[in-house]
Protein backbone atom coordinates (compact mmCIF):
# COMPACT_ATOMS: atom_id res chain seq x y z
CA UNK A 1 0.00 0.00 0.00
CA UNK A 2 1.26 3.41 -0.99
CA UNK A 3 2.27 5.91 1.90
CA UNK A 4 -0.82 8.14 0.31
CA UNK A 5 -3.46 5.72 0.41
CA UNK A 6 -2.49 4.48 4.09
CA UNK A 7 -2.38 7.95 5.41
CA UNK A 8 -5.77 8.54 3.32
CA UNK A 9 -7.04 4.64 5.14
CA UNK A 10 -6.24 6.13 8.74
CA UNK A 11 -7.95 9.70 8.42
CA UNK A 12 -11.07 7.61 7.45
CA UNK A 13 -9.84 5.19 10.00
CA UNK A 14 -10.18 7.98 12.98
CA UNK A 15 -13.41 9.42 11.36
CA UNK A 16 -14.58 6.00 11.59
CA UNK A 17 -13.88 5.07 15.22
CA UNK A 18 -15.45 8.27 15.86
CA UNK A 19 -18.91 7.96 14.34
CA UNK A 20 -19.24 4.15 15.44
CA UNK A 21 -20.06 4.52 19.30
CA UNK A 22 -23.12 6.57 18.58
CA UNK A 23 -24.70 3.90 16.33
CA UNK A 24 -23.74 1.41 18.18
CA UNK A 25 -25.45 2.75 21.06
CA UNK A 26 -28.70 3.53 18.80
CA UNK A 27 -29.02 -0.11 17.45
CA UNK A 28 -28.24 -1.85 20.06
CA UNK A 29 -29.95 -0.96 23.72
CA UNK A 30 -32.19 1.83 21.57
CA UNK A 31 -33.08 -0.98 19.40
CA UNK A 32 -33.18 1.43 16.24
CA UNK A 33 -34.65 -0.52 12.95
CA UNK A 34 -36.01 1.87 10.07
CA UNK A 35 -38.79 0.00 8.25
CA UNK A 36 -40.90 2.95 7.13
CA UNK A 37 -42.47 3.75 3.62
CA UNK A 38 -41.15 6.98 2.41
CA UNK A 39 -37.38 9.03 3.20
CA UNK A 40 -39.43 11.54 5.06
CA UNK A 41 -40.70 8.86 7.90
CA UNK A 42 -37.13 7.58 7.70
CA UNK A 43 -35.52 10.82 8.62
CA UNK A 44 -38.02 11.66 11.17
CA UNK A 45 -37.57 8.00 12.94
CA UNK A 46 -33.26 8.41 12.85
CA UNK A 47 -33.62 12.35 13.68
CA UNK A 48 -36.02 11.35 16.86
CA UNK A 49 -33.26 8.54 17.83
CA UNK A 50 -30.62 11.35 17.45
CA UNK A 51 -32.49 13.37 19.28
CA UNK A 52 -33.11 10.85 22.33
CA UNK A 53 -28.91 9.54 22.31
CA UNK A 54 -28.27 13.53 22.81
CA UNK A 55 -30.56 13.74 25.41
CA UNK A 56 -29.02 10.49 26.87
CA UNK A 57 -25.99 11.59 26.77
CA UNK A 58 -26.50 15.07 28.01
CA UNK A 59 -27.52 13.38 31.44
CA UNK A 60 -24.79 11.17 31.69
CA UNK A 61 -22.40 14.16 31.22
CA UNK A 62 -24.09 16.52 33.23
CA UNK A 63 -23.76 13.92 36.00
CA UNK A 64 -20.69 13.82 36.62
CA UNK A 65 -18.38 16.31 38.46
CA UNK A 66 -16.51 18.74 36.40
CA UNK A 67 -13.03 18.21 35.91
CA UNK A 68 -10.49 19.27 38.38
Do not use: C, D
Not at 10 to 25: G, L, N
Not at 29 to 48: N, S
Amino acid sequence: MSERASKANAKRSKIRAFVEHPFTRMKGPMALFIRTIGMARAKTKIGMANLAYNFQRLVWLNGKPAPA
